[in-house]
Structure formats: structure tokens, C-alpha cells
């Protein structure tokens, strides 16, 4: 019972000892992993090894050399973009202290070592994570004009931004509802290596108009294969149905798809190319992410993160799913409270499936508080066969070793760390482990102090998932998962986020009762790592049906389909927060048609303050719920009150000189500072509950308030020269 390495790292300590010292101390664990492996690909040198390396980290094969991408965070008094024309390095979009390059990959080192460049980041890649749907959200009212909007809403004059897999640029229900015109705008596949590209970048192909658009059809096979979800999440959001009655939320929205290549460096781009062109053309945007990863931080800082926070603002705003995680224990938390404290927990695999590796444990730590990690290679039966060395994360490790057991029983374990992120400080490892056979693999942790947070997910061989495999206890004093921090990141974490759960759609049985409606099980939890609470608000997302893509020869036999222009268009039924992501995505396009003054602050503000309550959410506080957020999002009541907040002087919300007594109330109210001529009170789904005209005398007035049900109100004020809304509550 031996530990050995194999050649192909003995190829990796030779190529990280050559590499200049101070650049290999910029690269974050991400491009660290990449040297790793395409010392392991060098070495074997097929074409399926070279395959699955750009699979995972997006590199491009052009003219004869390999390209890559990432991110660079840079000091922006002394980084200098003139030295990457030197290094044959471009940059693709620019950020406050970030910038994305494209370089040859043997440029890597070389680049990181650049005077300004603070830290060369590959960052961890992305997994993707309408019956129905309208009426549940109350999005049907809105698109009717009805519960006292001035105006039916329907998304017009907002773009809508899908980043995604899987789009079907021919489907119908991308068109205008009189089917003349495509309501896709531009679509950029990032993947597409034959361009032209768009404007100011180098790499993927922009469709720009019907013609190109058709000619096209779909995007590109990638690494998820061919797949719909693409298809399907945009025709949630902003599908037109085609003659079904699967509508989307906002059919009136212009559209721009975004085939994404998964990395940071890639993601910041295609939010950039999404806010310019929504610039150019005078139109607030909202952004959907129904994908996620664990390989992050889960406190904000991620760099998905900071590029959306630096974005978000009037009329930008981003909406993300949480995650499919509730029910899988893959998570746990350690706090070290003694310098001899430690801990253990028994790695559970997945069973093994086309392309599966092993798992994948992502590890991050308090700042100043580093930590080890060991691994203690048990039988069935708990018999230890074999402890490797301690790694710890002062070293900055990086470390491959083959553990042999016995014939036919081996461990792989691959580790690569850093003492402290330049993001937020905190000591971080990946560990990668894959066994032959049904040896226990118990991982063991120890630190002086600070909490520790592990997430266990599936590891393929081109890529990390996110789809959770529990932490176990079954080995002596180890400790088993939970489900708790279990949001995703990007979306699933951000502070500028609007995030989603899941509940199942009400419905009408054929007796007339109302049936479903509860948390979908796989709905992820929050909190995030640094407290704040997730998901923000519940959508529908479990068995919603919305168009698939005709091009994905998985879609041969669909539940429907609709005929145009001689060809059948599917629809097909998905569950998942990658559903109920777009559902809010949709409403906030009708918040912005209602109100493009909105900035990102006041749309996640009112999706929570407006969020509908039942027995099924039971009350909830005013800090909100790891189930179900703030409620259940309910369109009509969030556009009601986005209408209420503009920055012209006619409509005002919540404005200080005007008072309600008492608030709470019980038979009527006093309205001071405003000379009322008529009032009318919304409940929280959007419904008008009473409405009368009133006689003001020395600018106070009376209402009365029967017949109102105890809860909380929407009031709108009509004076002479302005209207104002105030929320109050009957008791």
C-alpha cells in the first residue's frame, strides 16, 4: 500500500518550477488547474484529451495555436493595456479594476507577470441548473391592463438578456404577436469558432437581424450536447406562445441570446455586450442566469459578482436561479474553536454515469484562519488502508498523487489551494478525488480557528456540475451534510441579484378547487456564506411547460407542437429553478415598461415587499425565509408599485410630508399633507378593495375603512396637483 505519482506530474512540478515566481503567484486556482492539466494533455497528446481541456476551460484552437480567456484583475495605475499587444493578448471588455483578455495560452505566465496585474483568473466554469406560469405570478392581469393599471404591460420597449445554452433562433414564439417580425434583436454564440464576432471582441459569432438569424438557426453543440434549456427559459420569460396558451411573462420584450462559453472572463463579456447594445438602442435591460456553480465563494465577491455589481443600476438588473440543491446534504460547515481542533466526513460518490469522474470538493476557509486537508482511504468495513500527508493552504498547494491500494483499487486525488483569495482573502483548496472501486474515502480537515464550508459536487471528466452528492458520518466521529448555503453562484449569491426559488404552480382542478402550489423539494436554500438571506422571491418552476428547441434531436417525440411556415415548432415540460429564474426575469421587463427609472436596488425592493403570502408560504418575516424568500412573486402588485416610484414631481411613493394615523388602523385612517379627491386601496395580489371619492377640509382627511380584510395595503391618493402612494396595514 503505496502512494505514487505518475509521470504526467512529474511533468507538472517541472513546468510550475520553470514558470517565473511572481507570475505564478498571480494565477488564481483556476488557471493553476488549467497548468496542471495541460501538462497531463501534453503528455498524452490525443485528441481527446486536447478535447475535453477546451471543453472545460474554453480555449480555442486558431491558426494553429491554442487561445484562452480570463479574467485579469488589474491596479489601474500602473496596468498598461499597450504590453498585451507585445504578448499577441487583446482585451475584450473593461470593468473598474478588471479587464478580460484573449492570449495564446502559452503566453499565460508571461501576462500574469505584467507590472498592474494583480491576479490572472480562469475562475470556476457554470452548469445549467408555461402552463400555468402567468397566472400564478398574476403576470396575466398585467398583460390584461387589469386591478387598476393604467395600461396593459406586456414587456414592450425592454430588452430581456438570456444567457444560456441551447436557442433556437427559428421558434415562433420569438416573434411579435402578429408574427411578422423576430423580436431577437442580436444573439451572440460565444462557441461558434467560424465568427464574425461582435464588435470589440475576438472570439464567437453575433446574428444580427431575421436573415442572419434564420440562416443560423440554432447555436452551437457544446459541452451540455444538444439541449433546449435555452429555448425553454427564454420562452418562459418572454415567449409569445405561437398560438399556445404557454405565453410568457413579457411576450412584448425584445430579446438578446447569449450562447455562454461558462467562465468568468466570458460571462463579463456577455453582460457588457448585453448593457451596450440595450444603450444603444435607449432601453432598459434584465438579465437571466439559470445556471450556477459551487466552486466559489458563496459570499458575493466571486468576480460574476463584482462585474454585476459595478453594472447594476437605473433600468439594469439581474435575476438568477438558486440552485437544485434542497434536498441533498452537500454542504457542511465546521467552526475550529481549538488549535488542535480537526474534522472528518465521509466523501460520497455519485453513481457512475457516462462521463463521470468523481467528485469534486470545494473548501473555503476564514481570513487568517489557514487550514490542512488529508485524506484517510478506509474499506468498506472502516479498516484504514492508507492516510496521505496533510496539505495545507499556506503553501499555495497544488498537488496530484495516484494512490495505489491494492490491484484494482485506486484513488486519484488532485488538490490545488491558495493561502488567501485576492477577492476576499479567505484560504480556499479544490479537491478532486475518483476511486476504481468501493473504497471509503473519508476526508479530514483541521484548522485553529474560523469556519470552514465544504460543498460536494459531481466532477465529469470536461467539467464540474453542479448537482450536490451528500457528506456522510458513517465512519467513527465523522460528521454528515446539511442543506443549508446550498445558492449557487453566481445568482444564487449576489449581492445586486434578484434570486429565485421554486414552488409548483397553483391550479384549478376540474372541481374548482385550487390544488399544488407548494416549494418545489429541489428549490436550493440560502443563506449566503457572508448572512444575507437567499433566495430573494419564489417563481413557478416545477413542471412548466415552454418551447424547446427543433433543432435538438433529443425533442423526437414532444408532448406538443405548433406548425409555422411548414415546420413543427415543440413545446416540452422542465421543473427546476432554471424555470422560475425567468418567470422574475419577465416581471421585472414588465416593472421596466412601467417604470425605466427603476434602478436595481428598488426592483429587488419591491419583488420582496410585494410578494404574495398563503397558507402553503405560512407568514413570513420581515427578514424573509431560506424556503421561500420574501413570498411568491406576484406581477401585479410589483408593477402597481413600481408605477408609484418616479422621479417626476406628479407621482411620488412613500413622500415624507405626507402622514397616515394611525399605522396600523382598524375602522379608518387620517391622511395628512395632501388635499385628496379620491383614494383607492390595491391588496398585495393587485386586487382594487375599496375606492371612494373624498372631501378634504384644511388639507386632512378622513377614510373610512370597512370592509376591508386585516392585511397590508397599497394606497393611492388622487389630489389635485399630485398623486401619492402609502402602504398601511389593517389590523
Known amino acids: 500500500m503505496t502512494a505514487r505519482t505518475l509521470l504526467p506530474i512529474t511533468f507538472i512540478v517541472l513546468l510550475a518550477n520553470t514558470a517565473p515566481a511572481l507570475a505564478q503567484g498571480r494565477l488564481d486556482p483556476g488557471a493553476r488547474m488549467l497548468q496542471r492539466d495541460l501538462a497531463a494533455a ?3 497528446d490525443d485528441a481527446k484529451a486536447w478535447a475535453r481541456l477546451a471543453d472545460e476551460y474554453g480555449l480555442e484552437h486558431r491558426n494553429g495555436a491554442w487561445v484562452a480567456r480570463a479574467v485579469a484583475l488589474v491596479d489601474e495605475e500602473v496596468f498598461s493595456d499597450g504590453e498585451l499587444a507585445g504578448l499577441d493578448a487583446r482585451i475584450n471588455s473593461r470593468l473598474d479594476g478588471m479587464a478580460t483578455l484573449s492570449f495564446p495560452l502559452e503566453r499565460m505566465q508571461e501576462i500574469a507577470a505584467l507590472p498592474g496585474v494583480r491576479m490572472l483568473s480562469m475562475g470556476p466554469a457554470v452548469s445549467l441548473d408555461l402552463e400555468h406560469a402567468r397566472p400564478d405570478t398574476r403576470a396575466d392581469s398585467v398583460q390584461a391592463g387589469l386591478g387598476g393599471l393604467p395600461m396593459a404591460y406586456d414587456g414592450e420597449g425592454v430588452v430581456i438578456g438570456v444567457i444560456d445554452w441551447g436557442f433556437d433562433y427559428t421558434h415562433p414564439v420569438f416573434r411579435s404577436a402578429d408574427m411578422a417580425n423576430v ?3 442580436k444573439a451572440w454564440d460565444q462557441n461558434k469558432t467560424s465568427g464574425p464576432p461582435p464588435s470589440g471582441y475576438d472570439y464567437g459569432a453575433e446574428y444580427v437581424g431575421i436573415d442572419e438569424l434564420t440562416a443560423a438557426g440554432a447555436d452551437t453543440l457544446y459541452v451540455f450536447g444538444p439541449i433546449s434549456h435555452g429555448t425553454h427559459v427564454a420562452g418562459i420569460a418572454g415567449g409569445n406562445g405561437a398560438g399556445t396558451e404557454h405565453v410568457g411573462i413579457a411576450p412584448g420584450a425584445e430579446l438578446l441570446f447569449v450562447t455562454y462559453r461558462r467562465d468568468p472572463a466570458s460571462f463579463i463579456d456577455a453582460i457588457t455586450w448585453i448593457r451596450d447594445h440595450a444603450e444603444s438602442v435607449g432601453k432598459p435591460f434584465v438579465v437571466n442566469m439559470s445556471f450556477g456553480s459551487h466552486q466559489g465563494p458563496h459570499d458575493g465577491t466571486s468576480l460574476h459578482n463584482q462585474a454585476m455589481d459595478q453594472m447594476a443600476g437605473v433600468g439594469r438588473v439581474f435575476v438568477g436561479s438558486a440552485g437544485n440543491n434542497g434536498t441533498g446534504n ?12 480537526s474534522m472528518s466526513t465521509v466523501v460520497n460518490f455519485a ?4 462521463g463521470y469522474w468523481g467528485q469534486g470538493v470545494a473548501i473555503w476557509g476564514t481570513p487568517g484562519a489557514p487550514f490542512g486537508i488529508g485524506l484517510r482511504i478506509t474499506d468498506p468495513a472502516n479498516n484504514t488502508l492508507l492516510d496521505t500527508d496533510f496539505h495545507h493552504t499556506v503553501s499555495d498547494p497544488s498537488v496530484v498523487d495516484t494512490l495505489v491500494i491494492a490491484p484494482g483499487d485506486t484513488v486519484i486525488m488532485r488538490i490545488t489551494g491558495e493561502a488567501a483569495s485576492m477577492l476576499n482573502g479567505k484560504p480556499n483548496m479544490i479537491l478532486e478525488v475518483r476511486r476504481t472501486g468501493d473504497l471509503k474515502v473519508v476526508l479530514r480537515a483541521t484548522s485553529a480557528s474560523g469556519d470552514m464550508h465544504l460543498w460536494n459536487v459531481q466532477r465529469l471528466d470536461n467539467r464540474f456540475t453542479n448537482w450536490g452528492v451528500a457528506f456522510a458520518n458513517s465512519y467513527p466521529g465523522a460528521v454528515g451534510g446539511d442543506n443549508f448555503y446550498a445558492a449557487g453562484e453566481p445568482a444564487g449569491v449576489g449581492n445586486s441579484v434578484i434570486t429565485v426559488g421554486s414552488h409548483r404552480a397553483e391550479q384549478f382542478n376540474q372541481s374548482g378547487q385550487m390544488i399544488f402550489g407548494g416549494r418545489s423539494s429541489f428549490s436550493s436554500r440560502g443563506p449566503t456564506v457572508d448572512g444575507r438571506m437567499k433566495p430573494d422571491i ?4 416545477q413542471s412548466v411547460r415552454s418551447s424547446v428547441n427543433s433543432f435538438d434531436p433529443t425533442n423526437n417525440n414532444p408532448p406538443q407542437t405548433v406548425e409555422f411556415n411548414g415546420t413543427q415548432y415543440p413545446f416540452a415540460t422542465y421543473s427546476g429553478t432554471s424555470m422560475s429564474a425567468p418567470a422574475v426575469a419577465g416581471v ?5 415598461q412601467a417604470n425605466p427609472t427603476l ?10 415587499e410585494t410578494a404574495r403570502l398563503d397558507a402553503l408560504t405560512g407568514e413570513i418575516g420581515p427578514g424573509g425565509s431560506l424556503d421561500w424568500g420574501w413570498g411568491k412573486v406576484d406581477a401585479l402588485a410589483a408593477v402597481l408599485a413600481s408605477i408609484g416610484i418616479t422621479s417626476t414631481p406628479e407621482i411620488a411613493m412613500e413622500p415624507d410630508d405626507v402622514v397616515i394615523y394611525p399605522n396600523p388602523a382598524s375602522g379608518q385612517i387620517q391622511v395628512a399633507g395632501i388635499a385628496v379627491e379620491r383614494i383607492r386601496a390595491f391588496d398585495l395580489r393587485g386586487a382594487l378593495a375599496l375606492e371612494q371619492g373624498i372631501s378634504a377640509e384644511g388639507g386632512q382627511s378622513t377614510i373610512h375603512l370597512a370592509g376591508l380584510k386585516s392585511g397590508t395595503y397599497l394606497l393611492e391618493l388622487v389630489g389635485k396637483d399630485r398623486t401619492v402612494y402609502k402602504r398601511f396595514i389593517i389590523q
Do not use: C, W, Y
Request: aromatic fraction near 4%; proline fraction near 7%; hydrophobic fraction near 40%.
Open 538 to 541: 419564489s417563481g413557478p418552476g
Open 599 to 608: 434602478d436595481a436596488e428598488q426592483a429587488k425592493m419591491i419583488i420582496r
Open 330 to 341: 452537500f454542504h457542511l460547515l465546521h467552526s475550529f474553536t481549538t488549535p488542535d481542533d
Open 351 to 354: 453513481n457512475p454515469g457516462t
Open 183 to 185: 423580436r431577437i434583436a
Open 588 to 592: 421585472v421587463a414588465l416593472m421596466l
Open 42 to 44: 501534453q503528455v498524452r
